[in-house]
């Protein structure tokens, strides 16, 4: 798609500035955007800021140039329209349908994907009437993205903070990609966990065996399942990549300590995606102090202990009925029959094989793999972005269900 057509919303609360910093990241990477503030939303951020970042005239009012119809013609013309911040009082309004002002006018002509990201206090997000209203909004296909945890306005911290812009324009981006026929929010109302990154078991307190995995694809599932609907929840060993917008990120260190985090929140899944790189050993002693270097000695050998496996767990219990279980294999000869051994081994329902060398580079950003299923079923995936591979397994979760 050359140029998406992307409409702004930004409704009336104090992370209306951090929506400058998504319309100038939109903008830079070749979107064309129309700002809709409401009149609440002026009030924290003017009129000539939207428009100098955007480039365009900033529309504010169902009575201006009436003749050009705005309250129709900008909700027909969007590839997506996003809402950030989107107050209580916005889903509020788009919930039940009304057209008071030019955005919720909008909200209804428009018929692209529609991304809300709420931003407000914990009290107001956790009150029956917005968790109505933002049932509503996902049951009729609109991602709602979950508010990030942090320090809100004023003293207080909890659920309600705006995800971090860059996040997400993330997010945004997955979904215009996705394009207008797909359907937008097909993963809604679904709880999956996904596990992330390589596990590091401690020697020391300054050492650790740990594994190449960058984390790279499980965050992919992660964002991909988010923009499309989804509850995430990702337990995640991997160290330094940014939290994606709208999933619960449970950071983990150990292969333990993973297992626990995994098996509490498949406890209410739909899916488990076993992205992870979990050592598969972890030293038999802990030493709590520093081991140190000795000159009249080899050093002593590390014994190692196997870790619990935690895929072939998950798919033993089945915490709930009909729960989805995929893992992932790295296989470096004998791909695809290695392949189906281990997929019957853990008793998943669909595993994820790439073939791994040292001439194929981990913490890339591409991926290609084969995911076989338990029914028999053996589908290629070509080279390409991890997101693409992501958006795969997802499918498939979804036709398992
Ligand atoms: N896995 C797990 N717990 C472990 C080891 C692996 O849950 N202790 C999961 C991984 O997250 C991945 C899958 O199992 O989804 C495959 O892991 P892999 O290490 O390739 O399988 P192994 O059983 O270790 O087989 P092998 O070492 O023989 O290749």
């Given at each position: 798609?050359?140029?998406?057509?992307?409409?702004?919303?930004?409704?009336?609360?104090?992370?209306?500035?951090?929506?400058?910093?998504?319309?100038?990241?939109?903008?830079?990477?070749?979107?064309?955007?129309?700002?809709v503030p409401t009149a609440s939303a002026l009030r924290f951020v003017g009129e000539p800021t939207w428009s100098a970042l955007s480039g365009n005239p900033v529309e504010t009012e169902v009575w201006n140039d009436v003749h050009q119809v705005p309250h129709v013609r900008i909700g027909q013309e969007a590839d997506l329209l996003v809402i950030a911040p989107a107050t209580a009082d916005l889903m509020a309004r788009a919930a039940h349908g009304l057209a008071d002002d030019l955005l919720t006018n909008t909200l209804l002509t428009a018929r692209c994907?529609?991304?809300?990201?709420?931003?407000?206090?914990?009290?107001?997000?956790?009150?029956?009437?917005?968790?109505?209203?933002?049932?509503?909004?996902?049951?009729?296909?609109t991602v709602v993205v979950e508010p990030a945890v942090g320090r809100l306005t004023g003293v207080d911290t909890g659920k309600g903070r705006l995800p971090d812009p860059e996040q997400i324009f993330q997010l945004c981006r997955r979904v215009l990609a996705r394009g207008a026929g797909a359907a937008t929010a097909d993963l809604s109302g679904r709880h999956v966990v996904v596990s992330a990154g390589g596990t590091r078991e401690p020697l020391d307190p300054v050492r650790y065996l740990g594994n190449r995995s960058s984390g790279l694809q499980g965050y992919a599932l992660a964002r991909v399942a988010a923009a499309r609907g989804a509850r995430v929840t990702l337990v995640s060993a991997a160290v330094g990549l940014p939290d994606p917008a709208g999933v619960d990120v449970v950071p983990v260190a150990?292969?333990?300590?993973?297992?626990?985090?995994?098996?509490?929140?498949?406890?209410?899944?739909?899916?488990?995606?076993?992205?992870?790189?979990?050592?598969?050993?972890?030293?038999?002693?802990?030493?709590p102090g520093k081991i140190k270097k000795t000159d009249d000695r080899e050093p002593d050998p590390i014994t190692l202990v196997r870790n619990p496996d935690v895929l072939a767990e998950i798919a033993a219990k089945r915490a709930r009925a009909g729960q989805v279980v995929v893992g992932f294999a790295a296989e470096t000869d004998d791909v695809l029959a290695n392949g189906r051994r281990k997929l019957e081994r853990k008793g998943c329902d669909l595993l994820v094989v790439n073939e791994v060398g040292e001439h194929r580079t981990f913490g890339s950003t591409d991926n290609e793999a084969v995911v076989l299923g338990a029914d028999g079923t053996e589908l290629p995936v070509p080279h390409g972005p991890k997101e693409d591979l992501a958006e795969v397994v997802w499918d498939q979760v979804l036709a398992r269900w």
């Open positions: 798609m050359d140029q998406p057509r992307v409409v702004l919303g930004v409704s009336g609360g104090i992370a209306a500035y951090k929506a400058c910093e998504l319309l100038r990241r939109l903008t830079e990477s070749g979107h064309r955007v129309r700002v994907p529609v991304v809300m990201a709420p931003a407000m206090h914990t009290e107001m997000w956790e009150h029956p009437a917005t968790r109505e209203n933002v049932a509503t909004l996902r049951r009729r296909g150990t292969a333990e300590q993973l297992r626990q985090a995994v098996v509490e929140a498949a406890a209410e899944a739909d899916a488990v995606v076993m992205a992870a790189a979990v050592a598969d050993f972890r030293p038999a002693v802990y030493a």
